[in-house]
């Protein structure tokens, strides 16, 4: 009998400290997301599309999209785009478990795997996803290298069919945490700034060299995006065909991801477009 005791005590105990953490993880995802949007809430946004009608509150956006934009940059969409029919894969790590809850109180799905863990299920996940809902990813995530692209977007949408979007982001002049993708955290009241690429289609059944150059090739795409949209938040500069950018949700995104989409063009027109396509 107490024997029993002690294990019913040690049984409580450990469910005591889950329930704890969990609620510790809930106060602490609440209090983040309310930081977030209020810190983020100060900043002077502006964009340019070469298509507008990729972003998903566009009244001619159709047809489902993967978006992918570099790690340290994840404040900014996850920010302005909330509530756009969207889901971002997240690591299975511990230290994205926050993020996880953060990004579902800021108005996306979340999908939690990656190559290093948890991929298969991951893959099986986003493909489900995919059917009502856009895709995000941070393609040089969640361990890096930084600004090195990993082919999974490549294989996803390939096979699901759904072209790629790419969105260079900036501030002006951010603090950077000492991280493997040296996190942008931008000062209050600063300008932030974004370049999106139009709607890029991938081939199926892309061969290894194939896969290896559409990844070189988005890489440099992205990277070429994000330095002009921080130059362009550093130098203030009017660039003509911007606008302005605010956080609002999407009424009709669900519906249209639905529509036949528009047809997406070739990595090649869109980098020779950029003139980024050197080696």
Not at 106 to 126: D, I, K, P, Q, Y
Not at 147 to 163: K, M
Request: with cysteine; aromatic share 6%; charged share 25%.
């Amino acid at each position: 009998m107490q024997q029993m005791g002690l294990r019913n005590n040690g049984l409580i105990k450990k469910e005591q400290i889950r329930v704890k953490g969990k609620f510790a993880m809930g106060t602490m995802a609440l209090l983040a997301t309310a930081l977030i949007r209020r810190w983020m809430g100060t900043l002077h946004y502006r964009c340019h599309y070469e298509d507008p009608t990729v972003d998903p509150v566009h009244a001619n956006y159709r047809g489902a999209k993967i978006f992918i934009f570099w790690h340290e940059n994840i404040l900014f969409p996850l920010h302005i785009r909330g509530r756009s029919c969207t889901s971002m894969l997240l690591s299975r790590h511990w230290d994205a478990d926050i993020l996880d809850r953060v990004a579902g109180m800021m108005g996306f799905g979340t999908v939690r795997g990656s190559s290093f863990n948890g991929g298969t299920v991951a893959l099986r996940e986003l493909t489900l996803h995919a059917k009502h809902s856009n895709l995000a990813i941070t393609p040089d995530g969640p361990r890096g290298p930084r600004r090195q692209l990993a082919p999974g977007c490549i294989y996803l949408a390939g096979t699901l069919g759904i072209p790629i979007v790419a969105m260079g982001c900036g501030y002006d002049r951010p603090w950077r945490m000492k991280t493997w993708d040296q996190f942008a955290i931008p000062r209050p009241g600063s300008r932030a700034r974004a370049i999106v690429s139009r709607a890029i289609a991938i081939p199926p059944n892309l061969d290894r060299k194939g896969v290896e150059w559409h990844r070189q090739g988005l890489e440099r795409l992205l990277s070429k995006l994000s330095e002009d949209a921080e130059a362009w938040a550093r130098s203030g500069a009017h660039v003509v065909g911007e606008q302005p950018l605010r956080r609002e949700p999407s009424r009709d995104a669900s519906r249209n991801i639905l529509l036949e989409p528009r047809k997406a063009v070739e990595l090649d027109d869109e980098l020779s477009r950029l003139q980024c396509n050197a080696a």
